[in-house]
């Protein structure tokens, strides 16, 4: 397995569902295997269905990109955190911590 450089912990529903993280690369994503046998498990996105092999992929996965926030807002974000917009995977990780819908992500397992 490629290195790691940053990651992400990623909830659904306020559950632990997995963990995506940044690698030598480009990006992997799977799913806790704990998660997996939840019996309400449901998928992030339905171009990442539930299984137990990573997902790999030399740019960020289009469902976890769409978390970041556009526009005027993103132009405050970096403003704020002093983040390059360029850096979507730091995006991601310091503002979809409170997303809209079921998904978000942490940079710490909680």
């Not at 992997?28 to 269905?49: C, G, H, I, N, W």
């Not at 310091?94 to 940079?107: F, H, T």
Request: hydrophobic fraction near 35%.
């Amino acid at each position: 397995m490629e290195s790691e450089y940053r990651k992400g912990y990623v909830y659904i529903q306020n559950h632990f569902a997995g963990i995506i993280a940044e690698t030598e690369e480009g990006y992997s994503f799977s799913y806790d295997k704990d998660y997996l046998e939840r019996e309400d498990a449901a998928a992030v996105s339905l171009t990442l269905p539930l299984r137990e092999e990573p997902y790999e992929t030399t740019i960020l996965f289009p469902f976890f990109d769409g978390l970041i926030p556009e526009g005027w807002l993103l132009g405050i974000v970096s403003r704020n955190w002093k983040i390059n917009q360029k850096d979507r995977f730091g995006l991601l990780l310091l503002a979809c911590k409170d997303c809209i819908g079921d998904v978000y992500i942490r940079g710490e397992k909680i």
